[in-house]
């Protein structure tokens, strides 16, 4: 072969491997920032990647020998061990804008992710579509559009996304269609700039107020997890993955036992109170029930009277789903549902089995949450539960009320219910309940022979005699007993796959 | 250095403050109890910092989204 072909191959891989040229890079590096090499290499098992599209380059010759990549650095490698897709922007080249060849690597990786099962992975930093490759009619018929498969996300396999630095347009939407997504603390994700912001409505924006961390943990609920570094970011999507089965076909993988994993369950005695009118921090009882240090919570300052964690029980991946009385009591707020319907169909859509943990009064009420839509979510929630198809056990803690103990998983929505004898079940709290019945308010002469009466019939063993609770167990055998149940409940027909009957339930709720 | 709001989750009255301007708490620290629904329930530090103000007094009835103190973070 001509000597020179085969130069040309190492000229060409080499231009493309400069990035945006040693300035940029130069640049980033000096104030503390990664680029996307070096995240890549945060993110997969050393040198499992492979490439593909090296030599794609801007379909506008003009901009070619600017656009290394396209600004998007694609290809295949492993986590753990197991096949991804993954993409990382490359921020240096055209701020890793959305352009025709791009465009068409990313659409190839996600059809490919799909076909062959096997996780997709989006890092993102990201200005938006490139200009002025999508201006005009022209642009836009050639850039938007054309790809009608592009957003059917419907949880064929897991994605994760980070949203690193500055992440608009394509780095946002791809954080809200994944199932998981991290942010690094001092970046922004947005529809658009708030350059653009302020041209387009004249409000003048910060960018932390249009879109920093604090924003998506406890106002908008996109973003999962957040962390200081890139990586710790990588090892987020890691983390999140170690989780997930590689495609929707699977189970979720079986990890080894640490020998530590079972810690000393009477500390949850020390944890519950003994007076009704007491509350607890829900995520100490999950600590301690699920292996040591196998707890992964999501979303946790978003709508956090209720709980959603990823965790391990006996070394298999388990879904968590609790109320947390230390915050408005347990009180589900429309946040709350949506979180908690958002986690159940990612389990459920993943074959990943679920307990529930139930200590609440009831769902938030008043004229906040009406103007919130609360009805609306709440049919949500109970329209989800009733069509999850992995096996789920639900336990009743405390206080189990009304609607949203059903919705939570009560009733015949799961395959056992348990209860510890703490738990108390009715319609309403009993001193409202007093109230209604009796006409009395606290204080009134008779009030506290009537609560009484209306407390004790609150009591869980009515409920165990009558099996619509299946078992009264002591909150240290918990643990024993979800790993034996959820061993029984295995999907042995299917080899663990569930039906998936919300595979294609909107991924931002 | 950033200051927080901290709001409550939920209707109710003002049981016990628990903390004062200038009061190091951490991250889920209680800064105030409420009585609400029959329960005693704190209100937290989202985050560790200072505790810059503290916006009601006890007894008050707060409502939902109340901004009840103010946190340097």
């Known amino acids: 072969m001509d000597e020179k072909l085969l130069q040309d191959v190492d000229a060409r891989r080499a231009r493309a491997a400069r990035m945006g040229g040693p300035e940029k890079l130069e640049s980033r590096r000096k104030r503390g920032g990664t680029n996307a090499i070096e995240r890549l290499g945060f993110l997969v098992d050393p040198g499992s990647f492979i490439e593909t599209g090296l030599l794609g380059a801007s379909s506008l010759k003009a ?29 240096t080249v055209k701020g890793a804008s959305t352009g025709a060849t791009n465009g068409r690597k990313l659409a190839h990786l996600r059809r490919t992710a799909t076909e062959k099962g096997m996780a997709f992975v989006h890092i993102g930093e990201s200005t938006g579509a490139r200009l002025p490759d999508a201006m005009g009619s022209r642009g836009m018929g050639t850039m938007l559009g054309n790809d009608p498969t ?90 999140f993955l170690s989780y997930m089965p590689s495609h929707n076909g699977a189970p979720p993988p079986e990890c080894a036992v640490a020998e530590d994993a079972v810690q000393d369950q009477n500390a949850i005695l020390e944890v519950l109170p003994a007076k009704r009118t007491q509350v607890y921090d ?57 979180k908690i319907v958002d986690f159940q169909v990612m389990c459920d859509s993943f074959n990943i089995p679920i307990v529930r943990l139930v200590d609440t009064p009831g769902f938030v009420v ?55 004898p703490t738990a108390e079940v009715s319609f309403m709290d009993p001193t409202f309940a007093t ?34 609770v299946q078992n009264v167990i002591k909150p240290q055998e918990t643990r024993d007993y979800l790993i034996r149940m959820l061993d029984v409940y295995r999907l042995r027909r299917s080899g663990g796959i569930g039906e998936h009957l919300m595979r294609n339930w909107p991924t931002s709720m | 250095m950033a200051v927080i709001d901290v709001k409550t989750d939920i209707t109710g009255n003002v049981w016990k403050i628990v903390t004062k301007p200038g009061d190091h708490v951490g991250e889920d620290e209680p800064l105030l109890i409420l009585e609400s629904m029959k329960m005693e329930i704190p209100v937290s530090a989202p985050e560790a910092g200072v505790v810059k103000e503290i916006l009601t007094t006890e007894g008050a009835t707060v409502t939902e989204g109340t901004v009840l103190a103010r946190l340097e973070v």
Not at chain 1, 81 to 88: I, N, S
Not at chain 1, 189 to 218: C, F, N, Y
Not at chain 1, 326 to 335: D, P, T
Not at chain 1, 374 to 392: L, Q, R
């Open chain 1, 366 to 420: 008043g004229t906040d949450a009406e103007r919130k839509g609360a009805p609306g979510h709440i049919m949500n929630f109970m329209n989800c539960t009733s069509f999850v198809t992995v096996p789920s056990i639900t336990v009743i803690a405390r206080k189990a009320y009304g609607r949203a103990y059903v919705a939570m998983g009560g009733g015949r929505h799961n395959e056992e219910m348990i209860a510890w």
């Open chain 1, 150 to 239: 592009q957003f059917r996300r419907a949880r064929d396999t897991p994605w994760a996304s980070a949203a690193l630095d500055t992440s608009f347009g394509s780095s946002a939407w791809l954080c809200c269609c994944s199932d998981f997504a991290v942010m690094r603390k001092g970046s922004v994700m947005a529809v658009s700039s708030p350059r653009l912001v302020s041209m387009a409505i004249g409000e003048k924006v910060d960018l932390e107020e249009l879109g920093g961390w604090r924003v998506h943990a406890e106002l908008t609920g996109l973003i999962d997890r957040f962390v200081d570094s890139d990586e710790e970011a990588m090892a987020e999507v890691r983390r």
């Open chain 1, 63 to 91: 901009d070619e020998a600017a656009t290394p990549r396209d600004g998007k650095v694609c290809g295949f490698a492993k986590i753990d061990g197991r096949d991804v897709a993954v993409c990382v922007n490359d921020f």
């Open chain 1, 282 to 338: 829900m995520r100490k009882i999950i600590a301690v029930i699920f292996d040591r240090g196998s707890v992964f919570e999501l979303k946790a300052r978003f709508g956090r009277s209720a709980v959603v964690a990823l965790a391990r029980l006996g070394g298999r991946s388990v879904g968590v789903i609790a109320n947390n009385p230390n915050v408005a009591g347990g009180a589900l707020s429309v946040e709350a549902v949506r």
């Open chain 1, 435 to 468: 109230t209604i019945v009796h006409g009395l308010k606290p204080g009134d002469e008779g009030f506290e022979e009537a609560f009484a009466e209306i407390g004790k019939d609150t009591e869980i063993w009515d409920m165990a005699t009558i099996y619509s």
